[in-house]
């Protein structure tokens, strides 16, 4: 089996212009235009000049990118590094298409706070054109992937119930107590889930005394409850079916 890889790599180029509406509050409701700026992508070379427009609309005012240019089309992304980003970021888009490229919706609370002593607004972007650049490799041959280990979920749960670490519940079965992790009871029997759920006294003191259950049986109900397996089952088969009803333990 062969594989062919393609790999495409865009290429950035970052301008940095600022354009200064100054008395921005007596323009507010108008349209203007910033003067041009220039500059060129990063693999053509070819220069490109734009223009950044203000628009007002209903509580903000709108930005837009715009070139004069006849024929290009470049992918370019543009951010005002002195406002708060918009929702889901900066978008790119094609400079040079028939329509203006939207690039911020600025909110006029924002502009209020951002307006300088003298009542400027100054508004610093961040210009990037984007040139993809697709670079093909020769075929390879396929490579399998490494086989994945067994899982260790069920050893590693055995070794929290032997080790007790973390335990926060202690159930006392007749003479002999045993510790436990109630999440991990919660998780595994809608029985332990309900008593605890309930605010009981057991749940508020992390206390649980089982009368019904004989410790050995109980031992293998929490090995099951911990790793899906009990031992000694043909010895106490019985004993093991009814404490797998009473704690809604199905695959016991």
Known sequence: ???????????????????????????????????????????????????YEYAPA????????????????????TIIENFPKPMGGAKPGLLGQPNNLFVWALHFCDIAKSLSSDGSLMLR????????????????????????????????????????????????VGQQS?????????????????MFQHDMQESQRNELTIVDVEPKVFEEVLRFIYTDKVQGLPQMAHELLAAADKYDLARL
């Open 1 to 51: 089996m062969e594989e062919t890889l393609c790999r495409t790599i865009v290429k950035t180029k970052d301008y940095y212009n600022t354009w200064i509406i100054e008395d921005f509050r007596r323009v507010k409701n108008e349209k203007i235009q910033s003067s041009e700026f220039s500059g060129t992508t990063d693999i053509s070379g070819k220069r490109l000049t734009w223009s």
């Open 58 to 77: 209903y509580e903000s005012g709108n930005i837009y990118l715009l070139s004069k240019e006849q024929g290009i089309k470049q992918n370019c992304q």
């Open 178 to 194: 045993f510790r436990a992790h109630k999440a991990i009871l919660v998780a595994r029997s809608t029985v332990f889930a309900a």
């Open 125 to 172: 972007f961040k210009v990037t054109f984007l040139t993809p650049v697709s670079t093909h490799c020769p075929a390879m041959k396929h490579t399998p992937l490494p086989e994945l280990p067994l899982s260790s979920l069920a050893d590693n749960f055995a070794k929290m119930l032997v080790t007790k670490q973390f335990t926060d519940l202690t159930i006392t």
